[in-house]
């Protein structure tokens, strides 16, 4: 069964650089099998897929966040990692990381996910 | 990007209730349709995808249906832990992106 935690700080002042690190167990990072995404969403309100990482370097990335955001596998420790810069208010909110297939009908569909980290940014 | 509206909101429904959400997609989006239920504190818990494929160890009274912009949610016979937040999820064109949700209450 895999399994994903995020993890980071839960607080981030504006104009610094969120960091935010999912960490894999039950599975590996380098299959060739899935995508892994960041997905965000705000107090009460709805989801923002932000990006996806894939073991060959690929990325792809939300144009509404694309010129901030970067996207990395440590395969050494099996985990992925999202950085968020130049933050405001805005950007606070619970982000999850999560695990899609590639390829096949559930490409694109998001069918495991971490528990979520609350990320606030304020001075 | 494309546009996902669910309706309604929120809605307030029995216990043995049928319930049905909509979501209409901005453009088509083909088959390519996924349903999430999201309890309060929780991540997203995915149901269905394409449309109408149960997610494994999702309940059979979770049906979708539709095609193109408009599309169904459907819980037969509202279950305690069906209470919950809905959300639809296209993957048809990146950036992938999701209904504002609905509600479901205990009336």
């Known amino acids: 069964q895999v399994k994903l935690q995020e993890s980071g700080p839960g607080l981030v002042k504006p104009s610094q650089t969120l960091s935010l690190t999912c960490s894999v167990s039950?599975?590996?990072?380098?299959?060739?099998?899935?995508?892994w995404s960041w997905i965000r969403q705000p107090a009460g309100k709805g989801l923002e897929w932000i990006g996806r990482?894939?073991?060959?370097?690929?990325?792809n990335y939300n144009p509404s966040l694309e010129s901030r955001v970067t996207m990395s596998l440590d395969t050494s420790n099996n985990h992925f990692s999202l950085r968020l810069r130049s933050v405001t208010a805005a950007d606070t909110a619970v982000y999850y990381c999560?695990?899609?297939?590639?390829?096949?009908?559930?490409?694109?569909?998001?069918?495991?996910w971490g528990q979520g980290t609350l990320v606030t940014v304020s001075s | 990007d494309i546009q996902m509206t669910q309706s309604p909101s929120s809605l307030s429904a029995s216990v043995g209730d049928r319930v049905n959400i909509t979501c209409r997609a901005s453009?088509?989006?083909?088959?390519?349709l996924s349903w999430y239920q999201q309890k309060s504190g929780k991540a997203p818990k995915l149901l269905m995808y394409?449309?109408?494929s149960l997610q494994s160890g999702v309940p059979s009274r979770f049906s979708g249906s539709g095609s193109g912009t408009d599309f169904t949610l459907t819980i037969n016979s509202l279950q305690p832990e069906d209470f919950a937040t809905y959300y639809c999820?296209?993957?048809?064109?990146?950036?992938?992106?999701f209904g504002q949700g609905t509600k479901v209450e205990i009336k």
């Open positions: 999560a695990r899609s297939p590639y390829g096949g009908l559930k490409e694109d569909i998001f069918d495991y």
């Open positions: 453009r088509t989006i083909t088959k390519y």
């Open positions: 999820q296209q993957s048809y064109s990146p950036p992938w992106t």
């Open positions: 990482f894939y073991n060959t370097g690929s990325t």
């Open positions: 039950g599975g590996s990072v380098t299959s060739g099998s899935y995508y």
């Open positions: 394409t449309t109408s």
